[in-house]
């Protein structure tokens, strides 16, 4: 009878470490995107700052700057 308890344990134990090894993968693939998306958002922030600061060097006032449509933009670069 003892037999029969280890073999049905096996199985269990193998599909608990198999849903441990799952678990620990997806928290790790969340742990890294949250880093990507950080590194994302200082990259965009650093962008923006640096595109706000061109644009009034080109004589935009610094509210026009921060609230500028960079797809226009992109519009207006292509165009010329």
């Known amino acids: 009878m003892t037999n029969g ?5 096996r199985p269990s134990r193998r599909a608990s470490k198999q849903a ?3 678990i620990h993968r997806g928290f790790c ?3 890294s995107a949250c880093e990507e998306r950080r590194q994302l958002e200082f990259d965009v922030g650093e962008l923006s700052q640096q595109l706000t600061q061109a644009l ?3 004589g935009w006032s610094p509210d026009q700057a921060r609230n500028a449509n960079v797809h226009q933009l992109a519009g207006m670069l292509t165009t010329t």
């Open 20 to 22: 441990r090894w799952h």
């Open 29 to 31: 693939q969340y742990q």
């Open 56 to 58: 009034c060097a080109a």
């Open 5 to 9: 308890c280890a073999k049905r344990s």
